[in-house]
T-cell receptor
Framework: KAGVTQTPRYLIKTRGQQVTLSCSPISGHRSVSWYQQTPGQGLQFLFEYFSETQRNKGNFPGRFSGRQFSNSRSEMNVSTLELGDSALYLC?????????????FGNGTRLTVT | GDSVTQMEGPVTLSEEAFLTINCTYT??????LFWYVQYPGEGLQLLLKATKADDKGSNKGFEATYRKETTSFHLEKGSVQVSDSAVYFC???????????????FGKGTLLTVNP
């Protein structure tokens, strides 16, 4: 069974630009969660989607948004990039919802904002 | 609010040494507890879990026991290997009142380096 796939692996953007990250969950998983990982703040929860609906949201500004498609694939968008958005963005999928089954993580997208 | 505190790293050990990574939590309900591991250049992988008090999770020689009285979930391994070098995250998962709402909270991670 293929694991969680995140594309691209690396991105370099400049301040003010926007970026879209993609995540393909494990086949059959309907829940996709997104996390931001930085050395200073550790892992911070962005949001969770389940069956195309945002079910939970962390404390990030509105510049961070996401969506989920009918095939459970998810995208995360960050607009008006800031230097502080440089991080590893991790996507995780689970079967019946992140609250009830363990998360399976992708290898992440490393975003660098210059 | 709910939180996880794990020992600051980095932790450096020699091969075959005993490992303990401390983790304590604060939660208003009855969380499930997890240890995840992140190898260099990869995402997190579930290492072990415990869903109720006194449960012991174990995997790949690692163990952790859910201690409600001390609100702890310390990770231990009797004899570490070079291949265990990674970042270890303690996490709690708290199901909120009703429905599918939950809160998954991670500790800041502990970097373990094992030298041959």
């Amino acid at each position: 069974k293929a694991g969680v796939t995140q594309t691209p692996r690396y991105l370099i953007k400049t301040r003010g630009q926007q970026v879209t990250l993609s995540c393909s969950p494990i086949s059959g998983h309907r829940s996709v969660s997104w996390y931001q990982q930085t050395p200073g703040q550790g892992l911070q929860f962005l949001f969770e989607y389940f069956s195309e609906t945002q079910r939970n949201k962390g404390n990030f500004p509105g510049r961070f948004s996401g969506r989920q498609f009918s095939n459970s694939r998810s995208e995360m968008n960050v607009s008006t990039l800031e230097l502080g958005d440089s991080a590893l963005y991790l996507c995780a999928s689970s079967g019946v919802g992140a609250g009830k089954s363990p998360l399976h993580f992708g290898n992440g997208t490393r975003l660098t904002v210059t | 609010g709910d939180s996880v505190t794990q020992m600051e790293g980095p932790v450096t050990l020699s091969e075959e040494a005993f490992l303990t990574i401390n983790c304590t939590y604060t939660a208003t309900g009855y969380p499930s507890l997890f240890w995840y591991v992140q190898y260099p250049g990869e995402g997190l992988q579930l290492l072990l879990k415990a869903t109720k008090a006194d449960d012991k999770g174990s995997n790949k020689g690692f163990e952790a026991t859910y201690r409600k009285e001390t609100t702890s979930f310390h990770l231990e391994k009797g004899s570490v290997q070079v291949s265990d070098s990674a970042v270890y995250f303690c996490a709690l998962n708290l199901q909120l009142s009703g429905g599918s709402n939950y809160k998954l909270t991670f500790g800041k991670g502990t970097l373990l380096t094992v030298n041959p």
